[in-house]
């Protein structure tokens, strides 16, 4: 056992290493945007300086399975807009529980809101019927336990700038820090929204629309076709095929919405399997995309992206296990003094630096209040190694595709988000 932990922490610090280091790439495209696109305007109007000639109608569709706990807090979010000219779809997909009855509800009290539902036939299919009633131009899909800002809608509309630009991604942060676990979670999603996700809007290769918030083109998804209903990532399948038809992504860090992150272990294992499963099945269905030069800087990146979240989890468990039974039998010496002074002395610190940035881009400080909760990132790390091994285990055995989403807790730990009333504001 001591073996294998010891093979385990060397394996987990090369790795914290080298993903320093590439974070480090990405680093100046990341400050580009920043100065490209220098913060929130709430009041610049959606049609200047966009592609739209005139305030577009908006719709939001949100799917919804045995959202009960949530649902109203999210629809009430939206209402609460800003922006006057939207619709809400909420299509509830065969809940056992009440989220029909309290969608319907707050469609009785809000006028812009409409309640369907439909007999059980998961993500997609509740997506499709949404856009399916949909009268926006822009429509954007949200997941139920999102919660809105006065001025996310407004500052989706204000990341349209070019005509290429078919899709946006918006900013997506934890809701519920009640546990050490999301606290966690809350603090190195900074990585990815405040540091990646900036750098490869610039390099015009952002991989996915987030579920939690997107907004898309009317006439770009009447290009590309309805969301697929076989898969468990239609998020990032649909956000590929959008690439696929000469469009691409842009992201709206400022477009906040507030969402519940796993608040166990097991939630968490569940989600990030959910997402590695969603990866290989899109990947494997648009493999032609992968380093195809055709579809530009997108069809490169597929190259990385395919070797750093499916290729590398697999090198890092084989290391760990080659370096483990070869120290149970004694025939792996000591690591050199001066390779765990690089990994303790480089990789940390770089780890960290970046995560400062990243924070910062994010205008995002009060959570640095949880950087106590980084010691528990090397068990974090180790542990989502495994991830990709028990997703391709999933897929070779052919496990079903369903839903498997959070059980949601109904929290709320960000001040502002929901008033007396117990609705969003």
């Known amino acids: 056992m001591s073996a294998f932990l010891g093979a385990l922490a060397t394996v987990v610090s090369v790795t914290v290493l080298v993903a320093g280091l590439l974070r480090l790439l990405f680093v100046p495209f990341s400050l580009l945007f920043e100065v490209r696109h220098r913060g929130p305007d709430d009041t610049r109007p959606v049609d200047v300086g966009t592609i739209f000639t005139e305030p577009p109608f908006v719709t939001v569709v949100v799917p919804a399975y045995n959202e009960g706990v949530v649902l109203e807090n999210c629809l009430r979010s939206i209402a609460n807009s800003a922006y006057d000219r939207y619709e809400v779809i909420c299509v509830d997909d065969g809940s056992t529980d009440d989220t029909y009855a309290v969608a319907q509800a707050v469609a009785d009290e809000l006028g812009p809101v409409t309640a369907l539902t439909q007999a059980n036939a998961g993500k997609g299919a509740a997506l499709n019927t949404g856009i399916a009633h949909a ?86 998804l009447d290009v590309v076709g ?136 994010d205008r995002a400080p009060r959570d640095l209040r949880y950087v106590w909760t980084l010691l528990a990132w090397p068990v974090y790390s180790g542990v989502m190694s495994l991830v990709m091994v028990r997703a391709v285990w999933l897929e070779l055995k052919g496990a079903e595709n369903r839903w498997n989403k959070l059980d949601r807790t109904g929290t709320v730990s960000v001040d502002g988000l929901v008033d007396d009333s117990g609705a969003s504001s």
Do not use: K
Request: proline share 5%; hydrophobic share 50%; with cysteine.
């Open 135 to 220: 009268r926006g131009s822009v429509l954007m899909l949200v997941d139920a336990d999102g919660l809105f800002g006065p001025h996310t809608i407004t500052r989706m509309l204000q990341a349209f700038r070019q005509e290429d630009v078919g899709a946006v991604c918006g900013n997506d942060r934890p809701v519920n820090l009640d546990r050490v676990q999301t606290r966690f979670l809350a603090l190195i999603s900074h990585l990815g929204t405040g540091l990646m996700r900036r750098a490869m809007h610039e390099l015009g290769c952002l991989p996915i629309v987030s579920g939690n918030i997107g907004a898309f083109r009317r006439d770009v």
């Open 226 to 361: 309805a969301v697929r209903e076989d898969t468990v990532g239609e998020d990032l399948e649909l956000t590929w095929r959008v690439y696929g038809v000469g469009y691409r992504v842009a992201f709206a860090p400022h477009a906040l919405l507030y969402a519940e992150s796993p608040s166990t272990p097991r939630a968490l294992w569940r989600q990030r399997v959910r997402w590695a499963r969603g990866l290989l099945q899109v990947t494997r269905r648009h493999r032609r995309m992968v380093g195809n030069l055709r579809y530009g800087a997108f069809g490169a990146f597929l190259v990385f992206n395919t070797v750093t979240q499916i290729v590398v989890p697999f090198l890092q468990v084989l290391a760990v296990l080659v370096i483990a039974s070869l120290a149970a039998a004694g025939d792996v010496p000591a690591l050199p003094a001066n390779l765990w002074t690089a990994l303790v002395l480089v990789g940390l610190p770089i780890s960290v630096v970046l995560l400062l940035l990243a924070v910062a881009l």
